[in-house]
């Protein structure tokens, strides 16, 4: 086959590559892509189409694997283009976005969803599936890292369980880099951390595990945690939570792609961009 990737970002260039060694020849377009997206994909030996509309002309099927804010406009164009085969939206956004999806490319949807890092090692990262053609799409994965896991044929399964999972992970990520802010602001970072290594050995090491993990790819971030705010509130549960978490992460923004970034490059911005805020709001109001 002919698959077209949209884009060979991090993670979307190890899909291609997947697919690559799976036998089937790799596509993209290097219109309004970064020089960096070029570089991963040239190095991957992916062809390079350069405009959306040669590439949906070219290809048997397509791979989304974009920032969830970005998916519906992407998959719209696609659409506009007059593409006509399978379309996998393998994107972070939630079940209702997923629906929206769904109802603008019709029988050529794929419910996706991706759990783990980049696909460089065996067992590490796994495509979720979901909806009538999800089989289909599965077969495109007989080699490679991408391992295919199989949720049946209702569309928004794949969505929900990539929601829940990163709820957690990412979700906890947040948490715990704020509470990291909060302790140096209140200045209690030395007695929390003392205390943590008593009573919640390793967690001390898991927040700054996580600020240099998460930090480089904050910036894309944000948009998942709102995804997933609205996930839970479609089921009738609190979103508050995850919208607080893509705040904090919006406050790290300016680490993407950094190198070796440390928990306290993490708390300076969590912290000052919270007093800019907070300036900009005047004084907190006393409580009587």
């Known amino acids: 086959m002919k698959v077209g990737l949209l884009h060979p970002g991090a993670m979307g260039v190890t899909v291609g590559t997947a697919l690559a060694e799976s036998g ?12 960096a997206t070029a570089q991963r994909a040239a190095g991957a030996g992916f062809a390079d189409l350069q405009t959306l509309p040669n590439l949906t002309k070219a290809v048997d099927g397509i791979i989304s694997v974009c920032p969830p804010e970005a998916a519906l406009e992407l998959a719209a164009s696609v659409v506009r283009s007059g593409f006509s085969g399978l379309y996998v939206d393998a994107n972070a ?26 696909a460089r090692s065996p067992g590490s990262t ?5 909806g009538p053609r999800a089989e289909e ?8 890292f991408i391992e295919t896991v199989m949720l049946g044929e209702r569309c928004g399964a794949a969505k929900a369980l990539k929601m829940c999972y990163a709820a957690y992970t990412k979700g906890a990520s947040a ?12 200045g209690v970072t030395d007695a929390l951390l003392a205390e ?10 898991r927040s700054e595990h996580s600020a240099k993990a998460v930090s480089p ?5 944000a948009g998942e945690m709102r995804e997933i705010a609205a996930t839970f509130e479609a089921a009738g549960l609190p979103g508050g939570f995850h919208e607080a978490a893509a705040s904090v992460y919006e406050r790290m923004a300016d680490l993407k792609n950094a190198d070796h970034p440390q928990v306290a490059d993490v708390i300076e911005r969590l912290l000052n961009e919270g007093a800019s ?5 005047g004084p907190r109001p006393t409580v009587s």
Do not use: M, N
Request: glycine share 10%.
């Open 24 to 35: 089937h020849r790799v596509h993209w377009a290097c219109d309004g892509r970064s020089a």
């Open 93 to 118: 956004v939630s079940p209702d976005t997923g629906a929206r999806l769904a109802e603008l490319l019709g029988e050529r949807y794929v419910d996706g969803g991706i759990v783990g890092p980049p």
């Open 126 to 130: 796994r495509l979720f599936l979901s």
């Open 137 to 144: 799409a599965a077969d495109w994965f007989a080699a490679g």
């Open 175 to 186: 948490l715990l880099l704020a509470i990291r802010a909060l302790a140096e602001a209140e």
């Open 196 to 205: 943590w290594s008593r009573s919640q050995p390793g967690l001390a090491e």
């Open 217 to 221: 790819k904050a910036w894309r971030f």
């Open 277 to 281: 805020e907070g300036s900009s709001q």
